[in-house]
């Protein structure tokens, strides 16, 4: 089975730095790997997936993660960090069982200070 | 607009009652979900149905029953809530493998 671990429940850093969210994931098949952001209150929205196309891909609001196979790492980075960004990121992995089943992380809850 | 709409978006409820929560998509997506978000922000997907049939069925207590009366609308019913039933319920649409859209999610009470 396929799963997925968020390395740090609670990340903070100050408006400006660069942002980095870790993820590990564990699969037997080559992966579909995804980032989605929780703002309060609010539903999940996509910023950005791996395919099995370029390994960096860039998404949404200036995010991008790194695929590497070696390290089964998807790591979610944002050169400067906007007092917009501070919501819940989840790191995702899909299982294909004729839907596409996604496998969620516990969640990164990020927070940007002043 | 809204492309993925739930409702209600809070829900209060006793033990031992019966309730639904109802979700529509105007994308014209073949594929919906039910997933579930417990207190520690925790995700898991419930149920999957595909032009109303049946295709991802985890493991839900059988209080839990999901209809599908079209493709754009996907119900979710809870027979005799419990106390651990409480948690958010997001509903999303796909096609096919393309991304999820979530709604906004229904924040179950169970008291």
């Known amino acids: 089975a396929q799963s997925v671990t968020q390395l740090g429940s609670h990340v903070s850093v100050s408006e400006g730095a660069l942002v980095l969210l870790r993820c590990n994931y564990s699969?037997?098949?080559?992966?579909?790997l995804f980032w989605y952001v929780q703002y309060p209150n609010q539903g999940l929205q996509l910023l950005l997936k791996?395919?099995?196309?370029?390994?960096l891909v860039k998404g949404i609001n200036g995010f991008e993660a790194e695929f590497k196979k070696s390290e089964t790492s998807f790591h979610l980075t944002k050169p400067s960090a906007h007092m917009s960004d501070a919501a819940e990121y989840f790191c995702?992995?899909?299982?294909?069982?004729?839907?596409?089943?996604?496998?969620f992380g516990q969640g990164t809850r990020l927070t940007i200070n002043p | 607009d809204t492309a993925v709409s739930q409702t209600p978006k809070y829900l209060v409820t006793q033990m031992g009652n019966d309730k639904s929560i109802k979700c529509e998509q105007n994308?014209?997506?073949?594929?919906m979900y039910w997933y579930k978000q417990d207190s520690k922000k925790f995700l898991k997907i419930m149920f999957s149905?595909?032009?109303?049939?049946?295709?991802i069925n985890e493991t839900v207590p059988n209080r839990f029953s999901p209809k599908s009366p079209d493709k754009a609308h996907l119900n979710l019913h809870i027979n005799s809530l419990e106390l651990g039933d409480s948690a958010v319920y997001f509903c999303?649409?796909?096609?096919?493998?393309?991304?999820?859209?979530f709604g906004s999610g229904t924040q179950l009470s169970v008291l």
């Open positions: 995702a992995v899909s299982e294909w069982k004729g839907a596409q089943k996604l496998v």
């Open positions: 699969s037997s098949v080559p992966p579909y």
């Open positions: 149905y595909n032009n109303k049939e049946l295709i």
């Open positions: 999303a649409s796909s096609q096919v493998t393309e991304k999820l859209f």
């Open positions: 791996y395919t099995s196309a370029a390994t």
């Open positions: 994308l014209g997506h073949d594929t």
